[in-house]
């Protein structure tokens, strides 16, 4: 893969994650934080892991540091959510307008739990970005079960929509 695919990847996740705030939307504060199923309980959770694991993986690459993992009672509405999204989506954009097609062979020394891991830029990024697409699901699963529809934000539909904007 090549940085201007992690920029594709990226900015399809950017939009489905926009798709998906939009409905979130409509749902009730309870219901973003109420306990429904899945592995992290409830919409709110779910989110918070997606966005803690992303810029977990982008401070690895050698992205900003985000500390501690994110904790979901600290973004107890989905605007304080999004507004912290928005940041990250930032750094994470500049970290690949910066990066080069031979930065993603490079290997990336880390630990996670109690192991050591050697992996390249490019396989961890791409984890990154699969890992938000797998739990996007979850949370569309956690949208209908709540009473709402969540829509098309699979790649193929955000594909489609920017070739009907560039025609």
Known sequence: MHVKDFERLYDYSCWANRKLFGVIAGTTPEQFTQPVAGS???IRNTLVHVL???WGWLERCGGPPRGEKLKADDYPTLASLVEQWSRVEVQMRSYLANLKDEDLERDVEF???SANHVIPRGHLLQHAAMHAVHHRGQVAILLRALGHAPGDFDVFFYDTSRSVASS
Request: overall charge negative.
């Open 52 to 54: 803690s694991a992303e």
């Open 40 to 42: 992290y309980g409830s």
């Open 111 to 113: 630990t996670l739990g």
